[in-house]
């Protein structure tokens, strides 16, 4: 005897996009970055922390291929900023260097 739910229905011919997997893939990558990282900063044996390590890097260099291959593809789109924007922002961020005793600014 089979046991299921009844069935939601749903469109059947729908599909996704090249940009909605790509897409897909970044954003899964970002996820899986940004879990490897939390992982690697708490492994407490030394081996366990290199294969992270290594699982952490193959996916920040995949993130940054789709990434390369969404922008050359146009997308996506980064907003320029100005010279100015940029020159205060430097200004705010390298004042919170002096805040810090060990920072490697002596």
Same mark, same amino acid.
């Given at each position: /005897?089979?046991?299921?739910?009844?069935?939601? &229905? #749903?469109?059947?011919? $729908?599909? /996704?996009?090249?940009?909605?997997?790509? $897409?897909? /893939?970044?954003?899964?990558?970002? @996820?899986?970055?940004? !879990? @490897?990282?939390?992982?690697?900063?708490?492994? !407490?044996? !030394?081996? %366990?922390?290199?294969?992270? =390590? $290594?699982?952490?890097?193959? *996916?920040? =260099?995949?993130? +940054?291929?789709? @990434?390369?291959? /969404? #922008? +050359?593809?146009? %997308? @996506?789109?980064?907003? *320029?900023?100005? &010279?100015?924007? %940029?020159?205060?922002?430097?200004?705010? #961020?390298?004042?919170? !260097?002096?805040? #810090? &005793?060990?920072? =490697? $600014?002596?």
């Amino acid at each position: /005897m089979k046991i299921q739910n009844q069935e939601t &229905p #749903f469109p059947k011919d $729908t599909h /996704m996009t090249d940009r909605e997997f790509i $897409t897909d /893939m970044l954003t899964t990558e970002k @996820y899986m970055t940004s !879990s @490897y990282d939390i992982a690697e900063n708490e492994a !407490s044996h !030394s081996q %366990l922390y290199q294969d992270i =390590n $290594t699982l952490y890097q193959e *996916s920040q =260099n995949c993130q +940054r291929t789709l @990434y390369n291959l /969404m #922008f +050359r593809k146009g %997308l @996506y789109a980064i907003e *320029s900023e100005t &010279p100015q924007k %940029l020159q205060q922002s430097y200004q705010q #961020f390298s004042g919170y !260097s002096n805040q #810090f &005793p060990y920072s =490697n $600014t002596h």
